[in-house]
């Protein structure tokens, strides 16, 4: 399978454990995304890689939160400290560098990213 | 800030009905547009997008077209199946170097055969 793969794909703990997940990208991608999808709400993003560089972090990423991607290739999201309300789907995605398009449209280049199956994290 | 909204489910269809989905969005510059599906148990999966302004995306009978002057990027499909329940995601990119994407909150579709 070549697709992105995510473990674990379901965590319970309890409230104030740390935990850390770990995804891995589709190996060509350069492009690092993770988002985080709580119940009847799109995808929100976290932060994003390129290469082994983390050069966005949204506000939503509390300094409870840390992603690492050491050697460019997959990454681990950790949440110390877990609170109830960090309860949601971790999702992570990965993409090939803005510029090297999967495909154009009238000249447009863009890039398509691929989603992996998420963790859902529940925090008691 | 840049943003999407989408109309709000459930929508609940029989087979071979007509499907519109709307989604309208706010952004600076010019984003690119893309719906994605999430079908029961799996992962989000990119189901068609646009780049420009009367781009037209199109996948398995879905389609939406990139509307500037009304911001919107409508999904419709002439005949849905029982097959196409899923959750639909509008979602835009910014012109930025970023690339991250902006969701809408999801319309869950329900096809009843």
């Known amino acids: 399978d070549t697709g992105v793969s995510q473990n674990p794909r379901h965590k319970i703990t309890k409230r104030g454990q740390n935990v850390t997940f770990r995804c891995d990208p589709i190996?060509?991608?350069?492009?690092l995304y993770w988002y985080r999808q709580t119940l009847g709400q799109g995808p929100e993003f976290l932060t994003y890689f390129q290469n082994e560089a983390q050069l966005e972090k949204s506000r939503l990423l509390s300094d409870r939160f840390s992603a690492e991607r050491p050697k460019g290739s997959f990454s681990t999201l950790e949440i110390q400290r877990t609170e109830q309300g960090d309860s949601a789907m971790y999702l992570c995605a990965s993409s090939p560098e803005i510029g090297q398009a999967t495909g154009t449209s009238g000249g447009a280049s863009y890039n398509e990213q691929f989603f992996g199956p998420g963790t859902r994290l529940t925090v008691l | 800030g840049n943003s999407v909204t989408q109309m709000e489910g459930p929508v609940t269809l029989s087979e071979e009905a007509f499907l519109t989905i709307n989604c309208t969005y706010t952004?600076?510059?010019?984003?690119?547009l893309f719906w994605y599906v999430q079908y029961p148990g799996e992962g989000l999966q990119l189901l068609l997008k646009?780049?420009?302004?009367?781009d037209k995306g199109s996948n398995k009978g879905f389609e939406a077209t990139y509307r500037k002057e009304t911001t919107s990027f409508h999904l419709e499909k002439g005949s849905v199946q029982v097959s196409d329940s899923a959750v639909y995601f509008c979602?835009?990119?910014?012109?930025?170097?970023?690339?991250?994407?902006?969701f809408g909150k999801g319309t869950k579709l329900s096809v009843k055969p």
């Open positions: 952004a600076t510059g010019y984003p690119s």
């Open positions: 646009a780049t420009k302004a009367d």
């Open positions: 979602a835009l990119r910014g012109g930025g170097s970023q690339g991250n994407l902006i």
């Open positions: 190996s060509e991608h350069n492009r």
